[in-house]
Every structure is written in C-alpha cells, then in structure tokens.
C-alpha cells in the first residue's frame, strides 16, 4: 500500500545519513524547468537548515532563463567526469524530485543509479520509482506541491522554519510553471492554497510570471516565427506539427530554450487536439513536446513512443533519425491513436 504524506515524510526522515559528513544528492530531470530545479533547490536549502550536508546535482549549470531564480551556488553541483568519483564517496542518499528513472537525469544517470539508497517524489502518471522510497501523486499540479507538503510536516515534527522566502519562492516557481499561470487543467483548489501560503512566506509571483512566460528577446521572436510559419495540419486539423531545426536556431540567433511556448500556441488552435513541437538538439536527439485537449491522452501516447508525463503535457525522445521521418511517424502515429480513441 502506498505510503500517506505523513509516513512519507517519516520515513524520509529516517533515510537521511546519520554521518553528517555524507552529503545528501538531489536529482532533478534533465533540462531543467522551473518545477524540477524549484523543489530540488527548496528541497536542498531545507536540509541545510537541519545540519545536513546537500547538493543539488545537475548534468550543466543553471540555464540564463532560470538565472532568475538566484539559486545559490552552495547549493549546486555540475556532475562531470572529472568530479563523478569525488561526488559518489560522499553521497548517503538519493533523492529524485519531478521524476523517477535515472534514465531521465542525462549525465547525472550513473551518480544516481549507483547510489546505495534512493528516494523519489514526482507529480507524473507515469512514474515509474527506481528507488527505496517513494512517494507519487499524479493527481498534483507540480512536483512542488509535493515538496511544500513534505516541508511542512518536517517543520511541524522539527519545530524549524524550512520554507523561508527564498523557499518559498523556489516553490512558487515550481508551482507557477507547471501550473501555466495557474491556467492548467491540472490545477486544483489546494494548488492556490498552497500559493496563497507561499505568498504568505514571501514567494514574488509576479516577478516570477514575467521570467517564466513574458519575457522574451529578438531570437526568441523570430524563431517562433518560423515555427509558425512552418506548421503543419493532419488529420482534419486535429494534430498541429511543427519542427525546430538547429539551422532555424542558428539562423535566428535564438537561446536555448527560446522553442518553449510554441507547443502551446499550437494546442490553443481551436481543432487541435494535439500540438507536436519536435526540436533537433546539437547532440543530435530529437526530442518532442506534447500538449493536448480532451479527447487525446498526452501521457497514454508518449509512454507508446517511449517517454512519459502528464494527461495533458508530455513528452519524449528519437536518436538517430531524421528529423523529417520522424515527424512524419509521430503524426502517422498520433492519427492512428486518435482513430483507436
């Protein structure tokens, strides 16, 4: 029987390493969102303040579009091959956050899948816990929700302040990101409550909203331009498709991550049952972002070509493939889908 928040809570407790000089690692996915490296960072500041030592591990630095969030570097480690070995003789204990393979955390993979014990605590239908411990709740809007539930009941047990307003805000960053602006399907009434509470705390959410979703640059622009321009129709104009090419981020001068919030456009269509953005990365994969409305289970669809996620947003992956091909399998598929649905 799956673990109550309150045993979960517990039982964390009693999985953290009682050398003190051993270092707690916390694991978020790959290509970091607001929602993983928000609550790996609360996460990780709260077992500061209880005397642990922490680390958040992450396969590459914080990317220019979270450098809003002012993580403080005291609480970060860039995994590489060169301190891998020196990361795993201190590490007691594995804590995966917003997602549940190792598979999922790119570099960072080995230092998890090796580490003696693990824990997860993650928000996706789709889990699939390669640990000692866990705790999943498909039913949350962000896996933030999760870690402000767990931090509440280690204040309450410890008698410690842990979500101060730098916590706080992490949170709210998780929250407002995962959320769309609170605008999601998956928002619940508690998710505004907890939001309410982190405001409370000092969380900045406007601030945070105009980094997350308003801010913009000239690359950015006209990349979403071209995708725009670019996009495909099928199957009675129920699935949109478009591509993002390293050639079109060159040509623009776009950043990394200058391809969020085209998938959602896409989706706003109104006979659009499913948007498809599939981007072209230097290493070659391909990967692809999903939103859906009723009628199209995102998470149902990515697990058939590999990936996972949400009812509503997802996503996965191709490696050695043309990335035309591939979009051309993505929508044969999808079509197929939608006629078995």
């Known amino acids: 029987m799956p673990l109550n928040m309150n045993e979960f809570a517990r039982s964390v407790l009693d999985f953290l390493p009682s050398d003190k000089e051993k270092e707690v690692q916390i694991f978020p996915h790959a290509r970091v969102d607001g929602d993983c490296v928000g609550t790996a960072s609360a996460l990780c500041a709260a077992l500061h303040k209880m005397g642990y030592q922490a680390k958040v591990i992450l396969e590459c630095e914080i990317p220019p579009r979270l450098a809003f969030m002012n993580i403080p570097k005291e609480l970060l480690s860039v995994v590489s091959q060169e301190n891998e070995e020196d990361l795993r003789k201190i590490q007691g204990l594995a ?154 981020m060159e040509d623009t001068h776009a950043p990394e991550g200058a391809a969020d919030g085209i998938v959602n456009v896409l989706r706003d269509i109104d006979s659009v049952l499913a948007a498809f953005v599939i981007r072209e990365n230097e290493d070659g994969v391909l990967r692809v972002n999903l939103r859906t409305k009723e009628g199209f289970d995102a998470a149902e669809f990515a697990q058939i070509m590999g990936g996972g996620g949400h009812r509503r947003a997802a996503g996965f992956s191709e490696k050695n493939m043309d990335i035309d091909a591939f979009a051309e399998k993505v929508v044969s598929e999808a079509a197929a889908y939608l006629e078995r649905t």
């Open 95 to 248: 804590i995966a956050v917003d997602c549940s393979e190792g598979h999922r955390m790119g570099e960072a993979e080995s230092l998890y899948q090796g580490a003696g014990k693990k824990v997860v605590i993650d928000h996706h239908v789709s889990a699939s816990p390669e640990a000692d411990l866990s705790y999943v709740d498909g039913n949350r809007a962000s896996c933030a929700e999760l870690m402000f539930a767990l931090l509440s009941k280690w204040e309450k047990k410890l008698g410690l302040e842990l979500i101060d307003s730098m916590v706080a805000n992490f949170l709210m960053v998780g929250i407002q990101s995962d959320s769309g602006k609170f605008a999601y399907e998956n928002t619940k009434a508690d998710t505004f409550r907890i939001a309410a509470e982190l405001m409370d705390r000092g969380a900045n959410v406007t601030e945070n909203a105009y980094h997350l979703f308003d801010e913009t640059c000239e690359g950015k622009v006209r990349l979403h331009g071209l995708a725009y321009a670019n996009m495909e129709l099928h199957a009675d104009g129920r699935i949109a498709m478009t591509k993002i090419t390293r050639q079109m």
